[in-house]
């Protein structure tokens, strides 16, 4: 079988749809190679929160991090874990990202983060706007819950700043928690708000934004994994399948946590993590919260969806190993009571685990992978992926069209860690 599309997207996660999303709408033909089912146990587009809008842009990289993360392994409960592998490229994202803990321009990432996922709400509200995906948005507003006294009145002084940077936080009361969300008693010692909290149902979202482009002409094609490339003289000229060989005009790699490993053979080092995070559901109790929380230290998010509960959190970093752990699970729901202790005895639905594609600095991957004429990458969005996607995916259409892009692109080069490939024909 061949297929010869002007684009070839590989990943049919939400940053690979979005990209054929603008990519059809710059003309000419896209195809979609998703190595699961689309909207399947595989992505994280199945298992998240589908948190989207300003919220929750903070990079991974903070002071002391890498401490907390340590120590963090022996703590089931501990909102974030590394087990530390001295060698390879585990090591050298090591390295980058204790770099970009004390990196002057860190606030300047947090800005682009903010810039991109305003952008990418306002698309997605347009998006949802039509009648198959009306259902998919919901925009709530978000609680932004503190038990440390110090991290309250260190994010409570950050407010004007927010504000300023066009994210619409302000300050809660215990009594004003206690009016917004009159069901939930919180062992909190303060609350931000920020009226733009929305979330995406996910995988709903995902799989209705699958059939719309159907409806548009792009080629989806589900269980078919990338086996290796077609390289002369620095162009990619096929991609071999589990289903058949591809010569796209372009190609665009969008496959989360497997990225590196799809362009291993082109030599192509990204310097890219997966992490893994887990998310429970449950049936939703009648104490629940009416609207998204993010628990600020324990980095746990709380989606509500009808009768259904998600609790979201953990940052492990222990390879490509999608196990569930019952300690870290039972962790997860341990950071949740410490915050919601009253919440009534939950009924769980599914405890499930995804690899989040990390960078060191927070930043996706958006551009040409040099020294190849014709290949993209769109990868690396961690936590935020159902965020950034949307303003993503336009910046790389607007690129592989030619045309001017929204933002500069140049703070999310392929090869700002150093990713060059030789060039080889294969």
């Known amino acids: 079988m061949r297929h010869d599309p002007d684009v070839l997207v590989v990943g049919g996660g939400a940053v690979g749809l979005f990209c054929a999303y603008h990519l059809r709408r710059c003309g000419g033909s896209v195809a979609v190679l998703e190595r699961g089912p689309v909207g399947g146990p595989q992505s994280c587009s199945y298992g998240n929160t589908g948190f989207v809008g300003t919220h929750g842009a903070a990079g991974l990289a903070e002071p002391g991090l890498l401490a907390q993360a340590l120590r963090g392994l022996a703590n089931p409960a501990a909102p974030v874990a590394i087990r530390p592998r001295l060698r390879g490229e585990p090591l050298r994202w090591l390295w980058h990202l204790r770099r970009a803990c004390y990196d002057a321009e860190a ?13 990418s709400l306002q698309m997605l509200r347009e998006l949802c706007a039509q009648p198959g995906l009306a259902a998919t948005l919901t925009e709530p507003g978000m609680v932004l819950a503190y038990k440390d006294p110090r991290g309250f009145d260190q994010a409570r002084s950050a407010v004007p700043q927010a504000v300023a940077r066009g994210v619409p936080l302000r300050t809660l009361s215990a009594a004003e928690l206690r009016v917004l969300e009159p069901d939930t008693e919180f062992d909190v010692c303060g609350a931000l708000y920020n009226e733009e909290g929305a979330f995406l149902r996910v995988p709903d979202f995902v799989l209705g934004l699958a059939r719309t482009l159907q409806d548009e002409g792009v080629e989806i094609h589900p269980q078919t994994e990338v086996t290796g490339f077609g390289v002369t003289g620095g162009h990619v000229g096929q991609v071999r399948t589990t289903n058949g060989d591809f010569r796209p005009g372009t190609v665009v ?42 628990l600020a230290e324990g980095r746990v998010a709380i989606s509500p969806s009808g009768d259904r509960l998600r609790f979201a959190g953990i940052l492990e970093m222990s390879g490509t190993n999608q196990a569930v752990s019952t300690r870290r699970a039972d962790g997860l729901r341990r950071i949740v009571r410490a915050y919601l202790p009253r919440l009534a005895r939950t009924e769980t639905v599914e405890t499930w685990t995804g690899l989040r594609p990390c960078t060191p600095d927070s930043l996706p991957f958006l551009g040409r992978a040099e020294p190849y004429r014709n290949l993209f990458v769109a990868a690396g969005h961690g936590q935020m992926g159902m965020g950034l996607a949307p303003a993503g995916g336009k910046l790389i259409a607007q690129a592989i069209a030619g045309q001017q892009p929204d933002l500069d692109l140049r703070p999310f080069r392929v090869g700002r860690f150093g990713e060059r490939a030789a060039g080889h024909a294969s």
């Open 253 to 294: 790699i969008a496959a989360g946590a497997w990225s590196p490993e799809c362009t291993r053979s082109l030599d192509l080092r990204l310097t890219l993590q997966p992490v893994k995070g887990y998310s429970i559901t449950v049936k939703t109790p009648d104490n629940a919260p009416r609207r998204p929380v993010l």
């Open 107 to 119: 606030q300047a990432s947090l800005r682009l983060l903010v810039d991109l996922k305003q952008r």
